[in-house]
């Protein structure tokens, strides 16, 4: 599986956005990229996936380039609940899809 | 929107007991998962399950720890002989089959062994 390496925190004030930067040079072909969010004590929660180009839904986009080395997650208009932990991960399209999790992103918003 | 359920939230347990964490995976997913993570440290990958049985395990998961499905919706983890570094918050997790579907992690048991 590929290595994902991004900031091990960042700081926003609340209505910003914030995009999260994560580098995973070693990506395979049949691999894709995919965020979580982790509030304290509490289960990883999908945020969004994708493969190429560029991925949009309620929450968030993910922009990948050509080369998917590496990936951006953009979060608009930050708030203080989006204080969490963000992980990027690369997860394999074989069949049991583990995911492995690294340390991931503090991003702490403040007002 | 469904929800992966796990019970119970915490659990204290002596060194040495048997102890058994429960999961109800959403309905229609076919993969699921245990993770755990140790208080300050990163969530780690346990077991994978699918079509009823192992489908891929850590070295984590030793001869100490199984999982189950007894039914068609229960998906349980259990710890023979807990050890006071399996201390530590587990996360059942499930999804559907594809790849363009996440996975739906639980709130977590908290496991303390004392």
């Known amino acids: 599986l590929a290595k994902t390496t991004q900031p091990i925190s960042m700081d926003s004030y609340e209505g910003q956005e914030v995009n999260i930067t994560c580098s995973h040079n070693?990506?395979?072909?049949?691999?894709?990229i995919t965020w979580y969010q982790q509030f304290p004590s509490q289960g990883p929660r999908f945020i969004i996936q994708g493969y190429k180009t560029k991925v949009t839904n309620e929450v968030a986009s993910l922009f990948i380039p050509a080369d998917r080395k590496s990936s951006t997650l953009s979060l608009p208009r930050v708030s203080l609940s989006d204080t969490a932990v963000y992980y990027c991960?690369?997860?394999?399209?074989?069949?049991?899809?583990?995911?492995?999790f690294g340390t991931g992103t503090l991003l702490a918003v403040q007002p | 929107e469904p929800e992966v359920t796990q019970t119970p939230s915490h659990q204290v347990t002596q060194m040495g007991q048997e102890v058994i964490l429960r999961c109800v995976p959403i309905?229609?997913?076919?993969?699921f998962y245990w993770y755990r993570q140790i208080l300050g440290q990163k969530v780690e990958f346990l077991v994978s399950f699918y079509n009823n049985e192992i489908s891929e395990k850590s070295e984590i998961f030793d001869d100490q720890f199984s999982v189950e499905r007894p039914d068609g919706s229960n998906f349980t983890l259990k710890i023979r002989s807990t050890k006071l570094e399996d201390s530590a918050m587990y996360f059942c997790?499930?999804?559907?089959?594809?790849?363009?579907?996440?996975?739906?992690f639980g709130s977590g048991t908290r496991l303390t062994v004392v």
């Open positions: 309905s229609n997913h076919l993969y």
């Open positions: 997790a499930s999804r559907e089959t594809g790849m363009n579907y996440g996975y739906t």
């Open positions: 070693n990506i395979a072909t049949n691999d894709y």
């Open positions: 991960l690369v997860v394999s399209g074989g069949a049991t899809n583990k995911l492995i």
